[in-house]
């Protein structure tokens, strides 16, 4: 594995704040939290209790979107921003159950994240972590541990998924994404889920308020929104749908648990 960059433990770890990875982490049956990350979920839970469901499923839906780009795509790079804190079926363990060669970077901005990283997967062949924050694309593409690992002459996979919800409006969302797809060869792909307020707009506004008081806003946009963020790629078959539609391993999911999922889910080509 690589070393990290700017990855040393915190010293200032506030654990009176929620932290919205740690929330994530406790959802998904983690236990890399605190009191105050749980009080936080389940206050999301009281308004949707679907949440746990939701990061689950999203959670599956990475796990298919990978072991398709690696089985099926040839994929042998992919860059995970915005990883949250590592957990079951990380992207490197998916993806080098297909090819153990398949060089992985994981990105994120927060340093307890990183740390973690670092600490859990330190003897993890061909994967590398960095913090670094999703809105500065050049700062990841420019970091020794991109440069040293990655050839962005050939294609890449980037994974941004359950993260741009926490990116305002005013940060430009689609405009970031457009930097990332400007950099990527092309046969690259963009794996990409987001919760989508067509789901449930009044629950959607209490949980605004309740991640206020986390460590991150919470954006939640409307479908022809997220549609929005796949410009200038080709959407793989199903297109973007919930995430337990995505090519799911078992029969088509209900109805009702597709509603339950909150989240819209999709995979891009770049053809040029």
């Known amino acids: 594995m690589a070393p990290a960059e700017n990855g040393g433990l915190p010293t200032d770890l506030d654990m009176h704040a929620p932290n919205v990875a740690r929330m994530y982490d406790y959802w998904l049956g983690g236990k890399d939290n605190y009191a105050a990350d749980r009080a936080a979920a389940e206050q999301v839970l009281s308004v949707a209790p679907e949440a746990r469901y939701m990061a689950r499923q999203n959670r599956a839906f990475?796990?298919?979107?990978?072991?398709?780009?690696?089985?099926?795509?040839?994929?042998?790079?992919?860059?995970?921003?915005?990883?949250?804190l590592p957990t079951q079926s990380n992207v490197h363990e998916v993806a080098h159950q297909a090819e153990p060669g398949v060089r992985v970077l994981y990105v994120d901005n927060d340093r307890v994240v990183v740390a973690h990283s670092v600490a859990l997967l330190g003897t993890e062949a061909h994967?590398?972590?960095l913090q670094a924050d999703l809105r500065q694309p050049d700062a990841i593409f420019d970091s020794p541990a991109l440069r040293q690992e990655f050839d962005l002459d050939r294609p890449v996979a980037i994974v941004i998924t359950a993260l741009l919800h926490f990116i305002t409006d005013q940060e430009d969302p689609q405009g970031l994404?457009?930097?990332?797809?400007?950099?990527?060869?092309?046969?690259?792909?963009?794996?990409?889920?987001?919760?989508?307020?067509?789901?449930?707009?009044?629950?959607?506004?209490?949980?605004?308020?309740?991640?206020?008081?986390?460590n991150a806003p919470a954006v939640l946009r409307t479908r022809e929104q997220i549609q929005?963020?796949?410009?200038?790629?080709?959407?793989?078959?199903?297109?973007?749908?919930?995430?337990?539609?995505?090519?799911?391993?078992?029969?088509?999911?209900?109805?009702?648990?597709?509603?339950?999922?909150?989240?819209?889910?999709?995979?891009g080509r770049k053809t040029t």
């Open 62 to 84: 990475v796990g298919r979107a990978v072991r398709h780009l690696v089985h099926e795509a040839g994929i042998r790079q992919i860059i995970d921003i915005g990883t949250g």
């Open 127 to 129: 994967v590398s972590v």
């Open 177 to 214: 994404i457009a930097r990332y797809r400007a950099a990527m060869a092309p046969g690259s792909h963009l794996v990409l889920s987001h919760s989508c307020l067509d789901s449930g707009p009044e629950a959607a506004a209490k949980i605004k308020e309740i991640y206020q008081k986390a």
């Open 228 to 267: 929005g963020l796949f410009s200038g790629f080709d959407l793989l078959e199903p297109g973007l749908v919930y995430t337990p539609q995505w090519r799911p391993d078992s029969p088509e999911p209900s109805t009702q648990d597709v509603r339950k999922a909150w989240m819209l889910a999709g995979v």
